[in-house]
């Protein structure tokens, strides 16, 4: 039997799939060749976290690595909550990156955890400001963060930081890390991600066309009532019967690692 290769598979889906997502809507796809209407609403959210579409540059203060960052976002559609419950920040001077989730069952009490993730990911921010150059300590950031989130809701969290040559983990020019919400891990599993990645880079791609084009891969796999994504494998595991990939907000934050000379 013939086994299509995964970003084969993945891009007939674009192809078949491309009249069911005008049907969606132009508040949910992402336009391949132009800005949208959500992605104007999502850079205008973006604005007091820093620049979360686009790429920065990282430079390892020790110095030894540095890092180019990029990041995309694509909210799922819901007109009540057009910005989503994900958030994310990049944060060149500090060499830092952060990801935030607002867990969606708030929503049953009429609570929008959306907004206690952009708090959260906005008072990260400010809290790395007060960070030491070259000494940024991701868990100290994100308990002043949560001390100082008013709003209601909870969230799921993760904030990496690069220090010389290590990012939580050991790492060497030429790697690049892939972060993101569960929008994009229900939906892609790491050898399709790690496939779409290695055409990237050999297309020459910048962080945030990579991140751009993951986030599309993702979002077709979640409208696919017939994947066997891996929140099907895990729902099965789990005992319940579901078949198809997750309509949920997708995030997703790409960074490669480089020399100083790069």
């Known amino acids: 039997m013939n086994i299509m290769p995964p970003l084969q598979r993945a891009q007939g889906k ?9 049907q969606i809507g132009e508040s949910c796809t992402p336009d391949f060749a132009s800005e949208t209407k959500q992605e104007q609403l999502t850079r205008k959210s973006s604005r007091t976290a820093g620049e979360r579409n686009g790429w920065k540059r990282f430079i390892s203060l020790e110095p030894s690595l540095k890092m180019l960052a990029g990041s995309y976002y694509i909210p799922k559609y819901n007109e009540s909550k057009p910005l989503g419950e994900d958030s994310h920040f990049i944060c060149a001077e500090k060499q830092t990156f952060g990801v935030a989730d607002g867990v969606g069952g708030w929503a049953k009490k009429g609570i929008d955890s959306g907004e206690y993730a952009r708090e959260l990911m906005d008072n990260a921010v400010f809290a790395i400001e007060d960070q030491p150059m070259g000494g940024v300590n991701p868990m100290a950031v994100l308990n002043e963060a949560f001390l100082n989130t008013e709003a209601q809701g909870s969230s799921t969290a993760c904030i990496l930081t690069l220090k010389g040559n290590e990012l939580k983990v050991g790492v060497i020019p030429g790697d690049i890390v892939v972060a993101g919400s569960d929008g994009l891990f229900d939906n892609l599993y790491e050898s399709e991600i790690e496939e779409l990645v290695s055409q990237g880079v050999n297309d020459g791609n910048f962080p945030a066309d990579l991140a ?21 494998i895990a729902a099965q595991e789990a005992g319940v019967k579901f078949i198809g990939g997750k309509i949920d907000d997708i995030t997703v934050v790409v960074a490669y690692i480089a020399s100083p000379d790069y």
């Not at 674009?14 to 005008?22: C, D």
């Not at 751009?212 to 099907?232: E, G, H, Y």
Request: glycine share 0%.
């Open 212 to 232: 751009s084009t993951i986030a599309q891969f993702a979002l077709i796999n979640s409208m696919d009532n017939c994947a066997i994504s891996p929140f099907t």
């Open 14 to 22: 674009i192809r078949a799939s491309k009249r069911k997502l005008q």
